[in-house]
């Protein structure tokens, strides 16, 4: 089997996608660092995968790991080893931490967020329409990056003052450049910062998921201050970096397929389809970070050894020809059935898809209904990913707004 080194500079994304397809249902590959895995590459062969009990999430059965060839200044150390959460645990464990979350996020109760959601739509528009008119803007930045954070801030009851500190930490803990001398630092101030935020909350408590989590760890729950800690940090991570990828990624795909966006402006394609499309075909995260096999696991006609760390490229699999046919690698707003597991599949599907999916669909429509002459204002070729292995990331997304809608032009 030929092992396939992922580009740290996600340099052509489609193209890794497309040689590990290449590859089998099961690649080898090299992430940076010289850490050596293994990729499922097929969605059917995935889901499987992710259903599948001899795969967990317990680092220990790493035998890179136990070797200890895994160093703690390793870049992406902090997504392969991020402390006890329901990332990181399987079973009864995982069901335990996952709970309260997921209660805190079903469709109703996310329902309820849609107005507060609107609110910050509206005011991040005016925010635009306020920008001097002629020039670029960068819609990542401006628009695509506020919406989420401030939400997941609310839900989680993070004040807005600590938002330019969690994105610089955030930009080093996704990053595959950042210098592994300021890894541990790194890891370190992550953990102050949230356990400062716990802190404050176990003080004063709200009606957000950080204090509920509190409150039950104080009912008998006896979720630990690390878990609830770590709970925090995965569900502000997982909730705003993919939310921000997919609103940046829809806006990407309609300009570069002007006749879909001329029907969804026109009423003719439903917003739905193309936020659902866009998760399929440049989906917000490429590889997930990790798993590892208790026993040899056949994967097609492979083997997935037992002891050997498991990945799964969703920017591979998003495109297999043999689930979504022969034009897998063509955006099609309307296509159907469109059955992707972009926000995964089995017990550890995200569960902020339900929000993401709200987001997205109140941005984006209130977005193209206030700027509908909204474009890029570079080649789409000269866009540039961000040196992230893990998310589908642009360094940035400059845009021409053109004239706001009920404007003379």
């Known amino acids: 089997m030929t092992r396939i080194a992922?580009?740290?500079?996600?340099?052509?994304?489609?193209?890794e996608s497309a040689a590990l397809r290449a590859a089998g249902p099961l690649a080898e590959v090299e992430l940076p660092g010289g850490v050596h895995v293994y990729a499922v590459t097929r969605h059917a062969e995935a889901r499987a995968l992710l259903t599948d009990s001899r795969v967990v999430k317990d680092i220990n059965v790493w035998n890179a790991w136990q070797r200890g060839e895994i160093p703690m200044d390793w870049p992406l150390i902090g997504l392969a080893n991020p402390g006890r959460s329901m990332l990181t645990v399987d079973g009864a464990d995982h069901r335990r931490l996952r709970t309260l979350v997921a209660q805190a996020l079903t469709v109703k109760r996310v329902e309820r967020l849609r107005a507060g959601i609107e609110a910050l739509t509206n005011a991040s528009l005016e925010r635009l329409a306020a920008l001097p008119a002629g020039q670029p803007v960068d819609l990542k930045a401006e628009f695509a990056y506020p919406l989420p954070m401030n939400v997941i801030s609310e839900l989680m009851g993070v004040d807005a003052a600590d938002h330019p500190r969690l994105k610089?930490?955030?930009?080093?803990?996704?990053?595959?450049?950042?210098?592994?001398?300021?890894?541990?630092?790194?890891?370190?101030?992550?953990?102050?910062?949230?356990?400062?935020?716990v802190d404050s909350k176990r003080a004063n408590p709200g009606y957000d998921l950080t204090s509920a989590l509190i409150a039950a760890s104080e009912d008998g729950d006896h979720l630990s201050d690390e878990e609830i800690v770590n709970t925090l940090q995965l569900i502000i991570a997982a909730g705003h970096e993919t939310t921000i990828s997919l609103i940046v990624n829809v806006v990407e795909a309609l300009a570069t397929h002007p006749e879909q966006r001329k029907k969804v402006l026109n009423g003719e394609i439903g917003w739905d389809g193309v936020i659902e499309e866009t998760l399929r075909w440049n989906t917000p995260t490429s590889h997930v970070l990790i798993r590892f096999a208790t026993e040899d696991i056949e994967v097609g006609d492979q083997v997935l050894p037992k002891g050997e760390g498991l990945i799964v490229s969703f920017g591979a699999l998003g495109r297999d020809e043999e689930q979504y046919g022969p034009t897998a690698g063509e955006f099609d707003a309307t296509r159907t059935p469109n059955r992707h597991i972009a926000f995964g599949h089995g017990p550890h599907v995200c569960p902020g898809a339900a929000l993401s999916r709200l987001e997205a669909g109140i941005a984006l429509p209130a977005l193209y209904e206030r700027f509908p002459e909204l474009d890029l204002a570079v080649p789409a070729s000269e866009l540039r990913n961000k040196p992230i292995v893990t998310q589908n990331d642009l360094h940035e997304l400059p845009v021409e707004l053109g004239c706001p809608f009920g404007h003379d032009s």
Not at 186 to 193: C, E, H, K, Q, S
Request: no cysteine; proline share 10%.
């Open 6 to 15: 992922l580009d740290p500079f996600v340099r052509d994304l489609d193209g």
């Open 168 to 197: 610089e930490l955030f930009e080093k803990f996704f990053s595959t450049q950042t210098p592994p001398e300021e890894v541990p630092q790194m890891m370190a101030d992550l953990g102050t910062l949230f356990t400062k935020i």
